[in-house]
């Protein structure tokens, strides 16, 4: 499974970016989606993630004013970041569990994408 995402990008504090994150490849279930990040110097850390029965969490940092979407048909993800503070400031990583027979067998992380805020 490859993940690949986009949507990173400079935005002023206040402005809105989209991530997207698309799996490729051969693959069984693809059941919890996801993102996390990473700032300089930081841990990475859970961001949101979505099941396939579409149970949605967020951190509390995000909750609010990021929106986590999945299409299915398309194994696909996208995180709708709106209201952007500095602090948001990261490389952004897709991250997918994929199970077989309700066992999960590998999860897989995307390259990352870099979002920048300004102040």
């Known amino acids: 499974v490859q993940l690949q995402a986009s949507g990173g990008g400079v935005v002023q504090a206040g402005g809105s970016l989209r991530l997207s994150c698309a799996a490729a490849?051969?693959?069984?279930?693809?059941?919890?989606m996801g993102w996390y990040r990473q700032a300089p110097g930081k841990q990475r850390e859970f961001v949101a993630d979505?099941?396939?029965?579409?149970?949605?969490n967020y951190d509390a940092a995000v909750k609010g004013r990021f929106t986590i979407s999945r299409d299915s048909g398309k194994n696909t993800i996208y995180l709708q970041m709106d209201r952007l503070k500095p602090e948001d400031t990261a490389v952004y990583y897709c991250?997918?569990?994929?199970?077989?027979?309700?066992?999960?067998?590998?999860?897989?992380w995307g390259q990352g994408t870099q979002v920048t805020v300004s102040s």
């Open positions: 991250h997918v569990d994929e199970e077989l027979g309700g066992i999960r067998i590998n999860d897989y």
């Open positions: 490849g051969s693959m069984f279930e693809l059941t919890d």
């Open positions: 979505i099941t396939t029965r579409g149970r949605i």
